[in-house]
T-cell receptor
Framework: EAQVTQNPRYLITVTGKKLTVTCSQNMNHEYMSWYRQDPGLGLRQIYYSMNVEVTDKGDVPEGYKVSRKEKRNFPLILESPSPNQTSLYFC??????????????FGQGTRLTVV | AQTVTQSQPEMSVQEAETVTLSCTYDTSENNYYLFWYKQPPSRQMILVIRQEAYKQQNATENRFSVNFQKAAKSFSLKISDSQLGDTAMYFCAFMPPDRSGGSNYKLTFGKGTLLTVNP
């Protein structure tokens, strides 16, 4: 089954304790992205990757890191989480537009609470 | 930068009736893509319908259809024969066209409309 898998689904952590949210897709998509969803703000892009070893900042990158060492994986790293990073996080992937891709496939979401 | 505005934070509709969710956007682009995503209580983001700006014909997917007014930069979603399972948060989203040298396929989302379908 074609899917984007995020782990964990829920996470409660303490301020300053490094954490990683994993994202993996099995559709051979070039493009992957991370969003955060906050009440009243919709979803906002954190980072994106056009392909392996190619990453760039989105609209709200502060406090986050990403890596793209393999095509299928795009982990989100919080080196020193703070309470303002409490949010619902989504990973998404899509095909290159050059081959007609437009639809973004989303993971199930990760509910992160930083206390 | 593009912006997407959903002016209705909450709406409700009776089962089997029709409801329209509004969305307006601001862009200087000519070719772009517009989407409606549904987020039920499970939190999963589900694509409902998409529209390519270069297509004049409004997109339709079963009970879901859009009214795309390019000049007015309006992209409303009509849900016909509403069902209880349509209860969800609905997000309108904009995606820019390709750029030479690489593109960020960033989706710019509105703040969402919470739709409740009542029995």
């Amino acid at each position: 089954e074609a899917q984007v898998t995020q782990n964990p689904r829920y996470l409660i952590t303490v301020t300053g304790k490094k954490l990683t949210v994993t994202c993996s897709q099995n559709m051979n998509h070039e493009y992957m992205s991370w969003y955060r969803q906050d009440p009243g703000l919709g979803l906002r892009q954190i980072y994106y990757s056009m392909n392996v070893e190619v990453t760039d900042k989105g609209d709200v990158p502060e406090g986050y890191k990403v890596s793209r060492k393999e095509k299928r994986n795009f982990p989100l790293i919080l080196e020193s989480p703070s309470p303002n990073q409490t949010s619902l996080y989504f990973c998404a992937s899509s095909l290159s537009r050059a081959v007609g891709g437009t639809e973004a496939f989303f993971g199930q979401g990760t509910r992160l609470t930083v206390v | 930068a593009q912006t997407v505005t959903q002016s209705q934070p909450e709406m409700s509709v009776q089962e089997a009736e029709t409801v329209t969710l509004s969305c307006t956007y601001d862009t200087s682009e000519n070719n772009y893509y517009l989407f409606w995503y549904k987020q039920p209580p499970s939190r999963q983001m589900i694509l409902v319908i998409r529209q390519e700006a270069y297509k004049q014909q409004n997109a339709t997917e079963n009970r879901f259809s859009v009214n795309f007014q390019k000049a007015a930069k309006s992209f409303s979603l009509k849900i016909s024969d509403s069902q209880l399972g349509d209860t969800a948060m609905y997000f309108c989203a904009f995606m820019p066209p390709d750029r030479s040298g690489g593109s960020n396929y960033k989706l710019t989302f509105g703040k969402g409309t919470l739709l409740t379908v009542n029995p």
